[in-house]
C-alpha cells in the first residue's frame, strides 16, 4: 500500500510566521503534488514537481514555495502566513503526471 | 481550460438504495483520464474509480460504476446498495492526457450522506 504522510493533522500559527508543511512518501513516486481545499472550492494545485529539486506552479501558487531536496519529501512553505491562508492542505504522490494520485492525511491550518 | 463540474453540492441516500453523483466537464481534447474520489470524514482521500476516455466500456469497481458519456461530456457515479461508510465527500476529477500545468481539474464536491 502506499503510504503518505503529512508532519501535523492541525496547526495553529500567527500572521506573518513561516510555516513549514511537510509531506513524505514511501512508494519511490516521481511525482508529488500540493493542494488546498476549501469548502465550495474543491481542490486547487498549488505546486508540482516530478522529479528531485524540479517544481512546477499550479493554478494558485501565490503565497507559496516549495522544496523538493529528496524523491520520498516534498515541502509546502508559506514565506508569511496570512489569514486567507487557513484551508485544509492536501499532499499527494503518484508514478506519473497521468497516474493515479495518492493522498495524504491532510493538514488544518489555521492563521491567526 | 479544463473545467469540471459537480451540480449538486449535497445528497442523501437511504442505506441499502442506489444514488448517482453528476459530474460534467468541458474540454476540447479528445484523450483524457477521468476520476472519481472519495473523502471520507476526517479521513484520506482515495480513488473510487478511474476511466480512460478512448475506453467506451464504463468502469466498475463491486458497487461503485460509472455511466461515461464522451458526447455528452458527462461522468456520472452510480453507487449500488449503499452504506453506512459511503458517506462522503466525493470529488470528480479530470486530467489531460498531454498534462500541462495542471495534472488534475477537481470539481467541487457533492456531500453524500447514507442514512439508515
Known amino acids: 500500500d502506499v503510504k503518505v504522510t503529512q508532519s501535523s493533522r492541525y496547526l495553529v500559527k500567527r500572521t506573518g510566521e513561516k510555516v513549514f508543511l511537510e509531506c513524505v512518501q514511501d512508494m519511490d513516486h516521481e511525482n508529488m503534488f500540493w493542494y488546498r481545499q476549501d469548502p465550495g472550492l474543491g481542490l486547487r494545485l498549488i505546486y508540482f514537481s516530478y522529479d528531485v529539486k524540479m517544481k512546477e506552479k499550479g493554478d494558485i501558487p501565490e503565497g507559496y514555495s516549495v522544496s523538493r531536496e529528496k524523491k520520498e519529501r516534498f515541502s509546502l512553505i508559506l514565506e508569511s502566513a496570512s489569514t486567507n491562508q487557513t484551508s485544509m492542505y492536501l499532499c499527494?504522490?503518484?508514478?506519473?503526471?497521468?497516474?493515479?494520485?495518492?493522498f495524504g492525511p491532510g493538514t488544518r491550518l489555521l492563521v491567526l | 481550460a479544463q473545467t469540471v463540474t459537480q451540480s449538486q453540492p449535497e445528497m442523501s441516500v437511504q442505506e441499502a438504495e442506489t444514488v448517482t453523483l453528476s459530474c460534467t466537464y468541458d474540454t476540447s481534447e479528445n484523450n483524457y483520464y477521468l476520476f472519481w474520489y472519495k473523502q471520507p470524514p476526517s479521513r484520506q482521500m482515495i480513488l473510487v474509480i478511474r476511466?480512460?476516455?478512448?475506453?467506451?466500456q464504463n468502469a466498475t469497481e463491486n458497487r461503485f460504476s460509472v455511466n461515461f458519456q464522451k458526447a455528452a461530456k458527462s461522468f456520472s457515479l452510480k453507487i449500488s446498495d449503499s452504506q453506512l461508510g459511503d458517506t462522503a465527500m466525493y470529488f470528480c476529477a479530470f486530467m489531460n492526457s498531454f498534462s500541462g500545468n495542471t495534472p488534475l481539474v477537481f470539481g467541487k464536491g457533492t456531500r453524500l450522506s447514507v442514512i439508515a
Open positions: 499527494a504522490t503518484a508514478t506519473g503526471i497521468q497516474e493515479t494520485q495518492y
Open positions: 476511466q480512460e476516455a478512448y475506453k467506451q
